[in-house]
Structure formats: structure tokens, C-alpha cells
């Protein structure tokens, strides 16, 4: 009770009521939003125009290339569904029916699941090109690394089929019409509650698993390399160990970013029991969109390829604004 006499004080000293400032933090959170909306598209769309012309230019195009821009092709799919989903609980709520809400939820499970699993096939087709290891599984798994990595998408298949299985079934729960016994309500509530909370996590926690034991096993290989450098009386700065270090800042990156996204969601499905369309829940949605956005920009830094290809966007740009002026 203290705490809201103080916060009322405060807001009446400087004139600022708590419904104008949850106005301008809405306006903020709006603003950060479409900021990290276009950022996301932009890099993303990079990404797969580059892949794509070079995929026209050469009448081949490789497995990492492949997985990059499936990969950008499905963050702007979740990107635009992100956004929708902020449009309708934020600005139109009305229209936001339950029909509408179920098919903007299973178009983000959708692009969300493969947004998680080729970012994790691109970690392990790093490891399995760039990690030297002695063992003989390994050895047998790097000699069919693009065999690894498609059997790791299909399996991923499965999850995503049990994730659409779990939503279907907590749908049609939803849908039955349980009035008059509020006993079975509450349980009926908690089963559901507790069914989502449990696939969320499991779709989650895999991939997460896979990324950061590929982070792991990054850190190991360059450990081995650099001792075997430095007994053999060589420099640290070769190009395997340029390699190794681009490789472990694309995966650390990722899976930082993926560790925000997921506590976001985990707080969101907790605090939408409590309380919808409040300002934790703007939060959550502005973090979650920072994975398939920034993660993109850091992909393009991270490819040579990208990279020299942004570079010569960005001095072509400049070329022509000088001509401009």
C-alpha cells in the first residue's frame, strides 16, 4: 500500500499520470519493436538475395548456403508474425479473435521451430568442418556431415509434429463448454497449462542442448589447436584458428540470444495466465524479436561472403549519394 501512495506522490509531482506513461512506454516499446521488425528483414532478406544470385550465377549452391537461407526465409516469416501478433493484442484487440489468435500461434510454433532447428544445423555443420577430432565417430560423422544435418531436420519433423498435436488437443479442450462445474474448470485448466509449459520446454531444450554442446566441443577443438600450435613453435593467428574463433562467436551469439527468447516466453505464457496485454508482456515480445533480427546481422559479419557482399553494398550506397549530392 506504501509503495503505491510513493508512486502516486512521484507521478503527481511531475504531472505525469500512470496511464500517460504507460501510453509512452507503449509508444517505446512500439518503436523498439518496428525498429528491430525492419533491421530483421532487411539483414535477413541480405542474406537470401545474396545466396540466391549466387545460386543463379554458379547453377550451385552449397549445404551451408542452403541452411542460411532457409534460414533467413523462415525469421521473416516469424518476424511478420511477431508483428502481427503485436498488432492485434496491442492496437486492435478486437479484431484479435480466439480463430485469429490460434492461426497466428501456429504460424509462430511454425517458423519459430525451423528459425531454432537450422540455426542448430548450422552449428553443427560448423563443428563437424572445422573441429578436428581423432575419434572415430566423429571422423565418420564429418565424412557425412550434410547426411547429419538433413537427418537432424527430419528428426526435428517429430518435435514439430507433437508441438502441433499438443496445440490441437489444448484447442479443442478450450472449445468444450465446461460451465456449471468450476472444479473441473480449474483442473482442466491446470492440465492444460501444465501440457503447453511441458512441449514448450522439450522443444525447446533440445536444440538448446545441440547448440551449446557444439559450442563445447568449438572450445576443445581450438584448445587442442592452439596447444598443438604453440609446442610446434607457430603463431596463434592461423587461418584454422580465425576459423574456429568466427565459428564460436556465431554459435555463442546464437545461443545467448536464443536464452532471451526463451526466458521472454517462458515469463510471457506465465504472466498471460495472470494478466494480458500489460506492459511485461510488450517487454517479452520486444526481447523475443532480437533472435531472429540481431542473430542475422551477426551471421552476415560472420561470412566471408556476406560480409564482402554488405561491404560492397554499403560502398556502392555511398558512391551513389556522392553522385546524388
Given amino acids: 500500500?506504501?509503495?503505491?501512495?510513493?508512486?502516486?506522490?512521484?507521478?503527481?509531482?511531475?504531472?505525469?499520470?500512470?496511464?500517460?506513461?504507460?501510453?509512452?512506454?507503449?509508444?517505446?516499446?512500439?518503436?523498439?519493436?518496428?525498429?528491430?521488425?525492419?533491421?530483421?528483414?532487411?539483414?535477413?532478406?541480405?542474406?537470401?538475395?545474396?545466396?540466391?544470385?549466387?545460386?543463379?550465377?554458379?547453377?550451385?549452391?552449397?549445404?551451408?548456403?542452403?541452411?542460411?537461407?532457409?534460414?533467413?526465409?523462415?525469421?521473416?516469416?516469424?518476424?511478420?508474425?511477431?508483428?502481427?501478433?503485436?498488432?492485434?493484442?496491442?492496437?486492435?484487440l478486437p479484431f484479435y479473435s480466439s480463430d485469429v489468435r490460434l492461426m497466428v500461434y501456429i504460424a509462430w510454433i511454425v517458423n519459430h521451430h525451423?528459425?531454432?532447428?537450422?540455426?542448430?544445423?548450422?552449428?553443427?555443420?560448423?563443428l563437424l568442418k572445422i573441429a578436428n577430432f581423432s575419434c572415430l565417430l566423429f571422423l565418420h560423422l564429418k565424412w557425412r556431415a550434410e547426411r547429419v544435418v538433413?537427418?537432424?531436420?527430419?528428426?526435428?519433423?517429430?518435435?514439430?509434429?507433437?508441438?502441433?498435436?499438443?496445440?490441437?488437443?489444448?484447442?479443442?479442450?478450450?472449445?468444450?463448454?465446461?460451465?456449471?462445474?468450476?472444479?473441473?474448470e480449474t483442473k482442466l485448466r491446470d492440465i492444460m497449462h501444465l501440457s503447453s509449459m511441458t512441449v514448450f520446454t522439450l522443444a525447446n531444450f533440445i536444440p538448446f542442448t545441440m547448440s551449446l554442446t557444439a559450442v563445447l566441443l568449438l572450445i576443445f577443438s581450438l584448445w587442442k589447436h592452439l596447444k598443438k600450435m604453440q609446442l610446434g613453435g607457430k603463431g596463434n593467428q592461423d587461418p584454422s584458428t580465425k576459423v574456429h574463433i568466427r565459428a564460436m562467436q556465431t554459435v555463442i551469439s546464437f545461443l545467448l540470444l536464443f536464452v532471451i527468447d526463451f526466458l521472454a516466453q517462458i515469463i510471457s505464457i506465465w504472466r498471460s495466465i495472470i494478466q494480458q496485454n500489460n506492459l511485461v508482456l510488450m517487454l517479452c515480445e520486444v526481447?523475443?524479436?532480437?533472435?531472429?533480427?540481431?542473430?542475422?546481422?551477426?551471421?552476415?559479419w560472420g561470412n566471408k561472403k556476406l560480409r564482402q557482399a554488405f561491404l560492397s553494398f554499403l560502398w556502392q550506397l555511398r558512391c551513389w549519394l556522392k553522385e546524388k549530392k
Fill in 114 to 126: 525451423f528459425c531454432l532447428w537450422l540455426a542448430v544445423s548450422l552449428s553443427i555443420l560448423y
Fill in 287 to 300: 526481447l523475443g524479436i532480437l533472435h531472429p533480427s540481431v542473430h542475422s546481422l551477426i551471421l552476415i
Fill in 1 to 92: 500500500m506504501s509503495s503505491n501512495i510513493t508512486f502516486g506522490t512521484t507521478f503527481s509531482r511531475l504531472d505525469v499520470s500512470p496511464q500517460d506513461m504507460i501510453s509512452l512506454l507503449q509508444k517505446l516499446f512500439s518503436m523498439l519493436m518496428m525498429t528491430e521488425f525492419v533491421l530483421g528483414n532487411v539483414a535477413n532478406g541480405f542474406i537470401a538475395l545474396v545466396n540466391c544470385i549466387d545460386w543463379v550465377k554458379k547453377h550451385k549452391i552449397s549445404c551451408p548456403d542452403r541452411i542460411l537461407t532457409a534460414l533467413a526465409v523462415s525469421r521473416i516469416g516469424l518476424l511478420w508474425t511477431i508483428v502481427f501478433n503485436w498488432y492485434g493484442t496491442v492496437f486492435n
Fill in 150 to 184: 538433413i537427418m537432424i531436420l527430419w528428426g526435428s519433423f517429430f518435435i514439430l509434429l507433437c508441438h502441433l498435436t499438443a496445440l490441437s488437443i489444448v484447442a479443442k479442450m478450450e472449445m468444450n463448454d465446461y460451465e456449471g462445474n468450476i472444479t473441473w
